[in-house]
């Protein structure tokens, strides 16, 4: 993870990767769930700086899904929560 991210960031981080592993969640889903205006918790936006996370179209819809990284992370620092493959459409 970048040295920018704080040790509260990093596991709102990783609470966000292992909710997006437990089940396919779409763009507006996950933006309800995880998007704050608080300039000290900017966990999507570090999620996906990090390249974390990846939106991709599926059927005209935008969905959230880990990228190999984000598996890796999750896997690294939360090895029961991690997916054993990543989902794509």
Known sequence: MGSR???T???????MLEWL???ERSYTETMDAWR?????LPVWEDAND???VAIED????????LTPAG???LRRLRPLAA?????RA
């Open 21 to 23: 592993s437990r089940s």
């Open 50 to 52: 990090e390249g974390l």
């Open 58 to 65: 599926r059927n005209g819809r935008p969905y959230v899904c």
């Open 71 to 73: 598996v890796e992370f």
């Open 5 to 7: 991210m704080t040790q």
């Open 9 to 15: 960031v990093e596991a709102l981080v990783l609470d």
């Open 36 to 40: 704050t205006s608080c300039p000290r």
């Open 83 to 87: 997916p054993a493959t990543i989902s």
